[in-house]
């Protein structure tokens, strides 16, 4: 954990190109294995056809979000991803990239299977090149190339769960990395290639 007062909030050029995820490809993102016939009812449909919001607690800044990110009838909001990059930035030196919004729809994913009480927690997002090389050279299992230097990476922690079973969500969906932390307390879920490691 970090002290780090929350700066002012600037006003960052972010390059945000707002794209329609096909409904079919985030059925599949956000029901994973469950099966054909969970595709045509029950909540994770409705929850295709609502808008999305992210609720979550940045560990490292102390701050708290809830935001809608994408509706029906906009898409994805520019604005909304504006904040939630600022709000998942580089804690080290507040630097902010702009999110990608596939690792954005998985942490959404998780919060409609987990129906977790708390907002999840950020672990780590967003990292500039300079602060990874950092932690690169200070812990092992830092990747010189990780995808949190592409803002395409989140490292989550469930507050009121088992790792285990944050890690079991992670994996149903069928989509991008997960990485295994029992130890540290927390899952690593990006957008690149589906792997799977611990």
């Known amino acids: ?9 600037q006003n960052h050029a972010l390059e945000i190109q707002p794209e329609r995820v096909d409904r079919r490809r985030f059925l599949r993102l956000a029901v994973g294995g469950l099966g054909a016939s969970a595709l045509l009812s ?4 409705a929850a295709t056809r609502r808008e999305r ?9 102390g701050e708290a979000l809830r935001q809608v990110y994408w509706t029906p009838r906009e898409g994805y909001i520019r604005q909304s991803l504006k904040e939630i990059s600022w709000a998942l930035r580089d804690h080290h030196n507040d630097q902010v990239k702009s999110f990608d919004y596939n690792v954005l729809d998985q942490l959404y ?3 409609l299977q987990l129906r977790s009480r ?3 927690h950020i672990i780590s997002a967003y990292r500039s090149p300079v602060t990874n090389r950092q932690l690169s050279r200070r812990r092992r299992g830092v990747a010189r190339n990780s995808y949190h230097i592409q803002a395409m990476a989140l ?4 507050p009121d769960g088992r790792v285990s079973d944050l890690y079991r969500a992670a994996r149903s969906l069928g989509a991008g990395g997960v990485g295994y932390y ?6 690593h879920i ?3 290639p589906v792997r799977y490691w611990s």
């Open 109 to 111: 994913a998780l919060q």
């Open 182 to 187: 029992p130890r540290s307390n927390f899952v």
């Open 42 to 45: 029950g909540p994770l449909e």
């Open 118 to 120: 708390s907002p999840l």
């Open 53 to 61: 919001y992210l609720s979550f607690y940045n560990a490292n800044t």
């Open 155 to 158: 490292d989550v922690r469930l």
């Open 190 to 192: 990006d957008s690149g």
């Open 1 to 9: 954990m970090h002290n780090h007062a929350a700066p002012e909030k």
